[in-house]
């Protein structure tokens, strides 16, 4: 179907990037006399993301193994190859400026929301678009039809948070190659987004309001 190969065609393009903005972050810091802060927005995306990238990983695994469904199959395969490349450059940057991928502070101080904290949050929700635990539990109880509609409907939540967080980075961070990562996240999800809201409507269901 046209959906397979859009998506197969965005995770290729995105993993072609990320592997030129490795090389390229290399050649940066090796230039740069300035190195993030534990506290500087580049360092916050960098651990906000890999934790917001990890939730997706582990939804896409979900649900490949709970329905037989190609277009789903191949949309979560690629939503977890894409998201954990880009995972694993975040805390390989972070290591490569010596700074820790664990700190005291609540996610997105970053972006002044640090005090998001709420019933949501405590549930396992601890940015923008993340799913609670309840939610993920659910979608480990569900099959087929059902738990595609749910998957769909977590992952555009998940998106729109996601983006919601890249476009801060691209406001606030500094490094030039975190920065063009952060905007090739928000063309990426936003291009998944559409695609989403199609299988939505083919299965008679539609985002979440």
Request: charged content about 25%; aromatic content about 4%.
């Amino acid at each position: 179907m046209r959906h397979v190969g859009l998506i197969a065609g965005a995770a290729a393009a995105a993993l072609v990037a990320a592997g030129a903005i490795t090389y390229a972050v290399a050649e940066d810091e090796g230039s740069s006399a300035r190195t993030p802060g534990t506290e500087s927005a580049d360092a916050g995306f960098a651990r906000d993301m890999a934790v917001h990238h990890q939730q997706a990983v582990e939804m896409s695994y979900i649900v490949r193994d709970r329905t037989k469904d190609e277009d789903v199959r191949r949309l979560a395969y690629d939503i977890a190859q894409t998201q954990a490349n880009q995972r694993g450059m975040l805390l390989g940057w972070l290591d490569l400026w010596g700074l820790p991928k664990v700190t005291s502070e609540p996610p997105m101080t970053w972006m002044d929301m640090g005090g998001m904290a709420s019933g949501k949050a405590s549930d396992g929700a601890l940015m923008p678009g993340m799913a609670t635990n309840a939610e993920l539990r659910e979608l480990q109880g569900l099959s087929g039809r059902r738990a595609e509609v749910l998957y769909l409907q977590l992952m555009t939540d998940h998106h729109k948070g996601g983006i919601h967080m890249a476009e801060g980075c691209v406001r606030r961070c500094t490094v030039e190659v975190e920065k063009r990562l952060a905007r090739g996240m928000v063309e990426g999800q936003e291009s998944e987004l559409k695609v989403m809201a199609d299988m939505l409507k083919e299965r008679g269901a539609a985002p979440r309001a």
